[in-house]
């Protein structure tokens, strides 16, 4: 994609100033600071509902996103009341992986990289450094030889849950952190098997218009394509704006640990896709089906994810016109959320970003009803992740 592209694009949009950011990012801890006691030991739901989040114990996929708004938290402000809350979570992760609760699916990036492999980074935690570890030797479980993949859910080796999912990128880096944590030499398995994913989801997930498929289901006597799917998108054949959104991010975030330069030509076609999609305040509806004038809801998600890739691909861009332009791109993002998306006042929601969608029913689809039009865990997380990426040379989490 060519650097005039995005300028054409979006030179007409305003970017976050710095003290936008820092408003919104101490805004962001506050919000973590007061629902400290109420959430205490415990996770947030993946959804709020009507923009506040009930608590649940530490069973879910998407519970690691609690603190790993704790962690950003803590580095914004030093303050000591964070760093305790999330070394008590980081207790509850280690007894979860130990005895095997919730663990059978592919998440353990999701739930690992924001809530231990932060701890680790920045308190030195040894139990930490160990969930994160088996969480990785856990992942590691649900590698499928046969095709080459982790299969994201259910019973390994099921002929009908054969498959993986887009969302997978995003628990690789566990992988490769595992890696380094452990001095595995050269190409080692946990390498080896994140490569052989990486390479098996960009031959069949990403379509050539740029858009890419939720889940594929492979062959599981061949390994082979059997068929894209979607879950939570709209249809088979549309594009899932958050699928769409993890398979930018995950991208950006890969290259880092590969220098794979199949992975910026990847990260450059779902992004050329994203932005032709994208509605006046560059925040997509919750598939990329629609676009402006609909009444579908948004998902201010999927934002939040676009922006921490760009950001993170900023940094390894080829050229310094793309560095800035990917920059800029994001920080346009920000602006939006910042303006339009963001919680400004706690009687409102206890979340950060209003106006995400978890799954949302079509005619067409398989996924259960539930976070339509609410703050999503993730979409809190990743806004507060982008947040600290603009206003700090920020040491990732993943
Ligand atoms: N990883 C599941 C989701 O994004 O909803």
């Not at 095997?100 to 139990?127: N, Q, R």
Request: proline letters at 5%.
């Amino acid at each position: 994609m060519g650097d005039l592209f995005l300028g054409e694009l979006f030179l007409d949009k305003p970017a976050a100033t710095p003290d936008e950011v820092g408003r919104a990012l101490d805004f962001c801890a506050e919000q973590v600071m007061r629902s400290l006691p109420r959430f205490a030991g415990r996770c947030q739901n993946h959804s709020s509902v009507n923009n506040f989040y009930p608590a649940c114990d530490n069973v879910q996929w998407t519970c690691g996103f609690w603190p790993g708004e704790i962690w950003l938290a803590y580095e914004r402000t030093g303050n000591n009341a964070f760093r305790e809350a999330g070394l008590a979570l980081v207790d509850s992760f280690l007894s979860r992986i130990e005895d095997k609760i919730e663990v059978d699916h592919h998440d353990m990036g999701f739930l690992y990289s924001p809530s231990c492999v932060s701890a680790w980074k920045l308190t030195g935690s040894e139990k930490a450094r160990r969930a994160a570890l088996l969480a990785a030797d856990q992942l590691m479980r649900r590698f499928q030889p046969i095709g080459g993949f982790f299969q994201a859910w259910g019973q390994l080796g099921a002929p009908d849950n054969y498959r993986y999912i887009i969302d997978c990128l995003l628990n690789l880096p566990l992988l490769f952190w595992a890696a380094n944590e452990t001095g595995e030499p050269g190409e080692g398995r946990y390498r080896a098997r994140a490569r052989e994913h990486i390479a098996t989801c960009l031959a069949h997930s990403f379509r050539a218009d740029g858009s890419t498929f939720h889940t594929v289901f492979m062959d599981s006597q061949t390994g082979g394509m059997l068929r894209g799917a979607t879950c939570q998108g709209y249809r088979d054949d549309s594009a899932w704006a958050r699928g769409q959104a993890w398979a930018i991010c995950g991208a950006a975030f890969l290259f880092r640990h590969t220098r794979d330069p199949a992975l910026v030509a990847a990260f450059e076609n779902a992004l050329a896709f994203y932005l032709s999609r994208l509605p006046e305040d560059l925040t997509p509806y919750w598939d990329m089906i629609f676009t402006s004038g609909t009444e579908e809801p948004r998902d201010s998600s999927s934002a939040a994810i676009t922006a921490c890739g760009l950001l993170e691909m900023a940094r390894f861009a080829a050229t310094p016109e793309a560095s800035v332009s990917y920059a800029r791109l994001a920080s346009c993002m920000v602006k939006s959320l910042i303006d339009r998306y963001a919680v400004r006042d706690p009687a409102v929601s206890d979340g950060l970003l209003l106006h995400g969608t978890y799954s949302k029913k079509s005619p067409y689809n398989t996924c259960t009803p539930e976070g339509v039009d609410e703050c999503t865990s993730w979409g809190d997380y990743f806004y507060m992740e982008a947040l600290t990426r603009l206003s700090a040379d920020w040491d990732s989490y993943w």
